[in-house]
């Protein structure tokens, strides 16, 4: 069965445009979980533009389930990770412009730096999955690297706009997904998926977890939080 990891990061998003102290993607974490997510993913950016500490330090002690904190490959937030001690760690690259993350870690850039950052974090029991794009050069590097999980890159799946262009984007994620899993590497996947394009990509065998935030958030508005991510746990079941 492939678990759902909802990320609650844009719950965050719409407190901040008032500054306020609602909605408290604390809050919504807890609903995710009754409704029956696999597990909470919150991203504290260098910026704090939407989740804070506060945030990350509540979650650590709310989450029941499995707390994977993604973060940007520097001390900072390596420091931060050794305090909090999540379940796993997802290191994802950050730039401050960005609206979202674009693309995946470069592996092969600072191969050394990273493999270090790995090291530390499994060295305090934190599992680390490393957030990529489908390429098998990449894939190799994380397992060279030492990493427990890769979590594939779906954008340009999830954005293709012409059907062979969809075909070809899954090809690439299904071979990506078993030479990862041959490697010893475990697999989860996200960025962009949605109701609409998740099927596919959750019967990809190697997948064990997909990590979605904006649309179910989106969904919820209209729908709430429990309906929302029961309605994305079915597709996902339908899948498999």
Known sequence: ???????????????????GIEPDPVAAAVLCELAGADGIVCHLREDRRHIKDRDLSLLRQVVKTHLNLEMAPVDEMVKKAINVLPDMVTLVPERRKEITTE???DLTVNFDYLEEIVSTLRA???????????????IKAAAKMGADYVELHTGSYATADE??????????LKSMA????????????????????????????????????????SRAIMVGMEKAVREMIELIWQAR
Do not use: W
């Open 124 to 138: 305090n029991n934190i599992v680390v999955s490393l957030f990529i794009d489908p390429d098998i050069h990449q």
């Open 163 to 172: 059907l062979n262009q969809v075909v070809d984007e899954l090809e690439k």
């Open 178 to 217: 078993a030479a990862a899993s041959k490697m010893g590497l475990g697999v989860s996947a996200g960025h962009g998926l949605n109701y609409q394009n998740v099927i596919d990509i959750a019967k990809i065998k190697q997948v064990e977890e997909l990590n979605i935030g904006h649309s179910i958030i």
């Open 1 to 19: 069965m492939v678990r759902l990891g909802v990320n609650v990061d844009h719950v965050a998003t719409v407190r901040e445009a008032r500054r």
């Open 103 to 105: 693309g995946g870690l």
